[in-house]
């Protein structure tokens, strides 16, 4: 018969976990029956549900607990990863098991072993070891060897996305981020930089991840001291936001317009141009710092607190600075080295950015998505980084406010 057992178990009433099952099997065509409901009673009980799943073939079965299994739910008859030896590099087996960004365990030689460096849409990859110590870790197309011992299907593998537990969790609670204009900023920024003290005094690391509209608005001073005052750890940013950042600190414009008085200097457009001339001359903007040309700004912080940064290149940038990573999959890497070790990312003003920083992050890690164009938030949850927190509003309006939070 076409039918399997799940079982869910945590908040699952909070959490939308058990409609969003019953939603799945019924829109996906399938059918259930809800053999267990042990519903907890206090605010720290978990509850449980055992659920037969049927569906009139096998194939549409395995798409139904496919979709399951990404929200959490694990099949009553626990069978170990079947495993398939990539045959080429940068090629996995076919029905290899795509991962979300949730904490992910696999069962094999009877352990259940936690996937590390999880993120989205990548492989999971079992490395044997000595006397059964194996070891599960997650790998991207790119980096696939031949021979390199993939999961297939998705026997063994058990997700554990975030939970809503009971009661108020402050701003970060799950899946309570509806994009929105309206909501209450002035509060949300508290609860922010109230976060933000809690992760810093927990000797936690906060990221930055920024576009040139910071600078534009007249941000890039007030970011500039955050990372002065130790608040910031690492920034993910673009040719842009470092090329305006260093045209503000010599010229004092953006764009060639003057960041004070917002008026159109005569010229000023080739301001961004002679900014990245200056840089070139030197050499690199750390160079620049150490000549004594650029004296203020983001990236002058940066190099003077050994706060480290990562900028992308894209196709439309002019120059680029000599800091500019252009090998697009180089600057992703390193991106994903230093996500490993954040607690927290603040995206601000940056679409591709940001969506790209979304793209590697587990969700375990608290993320802020800041923009004044509602779709960014919006590509962001679509693309499976349900865990962030929205809101759409003007960055001359939340990194003041932001900034005046954590020094009160």
Not at 210 to 215: H, S
Not at 267 to 275: D, E, I, V, Y
Not at 300 to 321: H, M, Q, T
Not at 391 to 401: E, Q, S
Request: glycine fraction near 8%; proline fraction near 4%.
């Amino acid at each position: 018969m076409n039918q399997r057992e799940i079982i869910l178990s945590g908040h699952i009433i909070d959490s939308l976990i058990l409609p969003n099952t019953l939603d799945i099997i019924m829109d996906r065509g399938g059918d259930f029956k809800i053999m267990e409901l042990d519903v907890g009673k206090r605010k720290s009980d978990v509850s449980r549900a055992k659920i037969i799943v049927s569906a009139d073939s096998p194939s549409l079965l395995n798409q139904i607990l496919d979709e399951l299994s990404e929200i959490g739910a694990s099949i009553s008859e626990v069978k170990e990863v079947e495993l398939v030896a990539s045959l080429k590099d940068k090629v996995a087996p076919e029905n290899f098991y795509s991962t979300t960004n949730h904490i992910t365990h696999v069962l094999s030689n009877g352990d259940w072993l936690l996937v590390d460096d999880i993120e989205m849409d990548c492989m999971i990859v079992i490395e044997m070891g000595e006397n059964g110590n194996n070891k599960a870790y997650c790998k991207p197309i790119g980096k696939i060897k031949k021979g390199d011992l993939i999961v297939v299907g998705r026997e063994g593998v058990k997700v554990s996305p975030p939970e809503r537990p009971r009661g108020k969790q402050g701003v970060f609670e799950f899946m309570n981020s509806d994009v929105s204009s309206e909501k209450p900023l002035m509060c949300m920024i508290e609860k922010i930089a109230s976060e933000i003290k809690e992760i810093k005094g927990k000797g936690g690391k906060i990221a930055i991840v920024g576009g040139p509209a910071i600078v534009h608005t007249g941000s890039a001073d007030l970011l500039a001291e955050l990372v002065k005052k130790g608040f910031i750890d690492v920034i993910f940013a673009g040719n842009a936001l470092a090329t305006h950042d260093i045209e503000n600190a010599l010229y004092g414009t953006s764009l060639g317009v003057c960041v004070k008085t917002g008026e159109v200097v005569s010229r000023g457009h080739t301001h961004h141009m002679r900014a990245i001339n200056v840089i070139n001359r030197s050499g690199s903007i750390k160079e620049a710092v150490e000549d004594g040309i650029l004296k203020k700004g983001i990236m002058y912080e940066c190099v003077k607190n050994d706060v480290p940064f990562v900028l992308a290149g894209s196709i439309r940038d002019d120059g680029p600075l000599p800091d500019v990573i252009t090998d697009v999959i180089g600057a992703q890497e390193l991106m994903r080295e230093y996500a490993k070790n954040v607690d927290m990312v603040i995206m601000i003003a940056t679409m591709l950015h940001s969506i790209a920083t979304g793209n590697i992050l587990p969700s375990r890690v608290k993320s802020i998505c800041v923009d004044i164009n509602p779709a960014t938030v919006t590509k962001l949850a679509d693309r499976g980084s349900a865990q962030v927190l929205s809101i759409v509003t003007d960055i001359g309006t939340f990194l003041p406010t932001l900034y005046n939070e954590l020094e009160s």
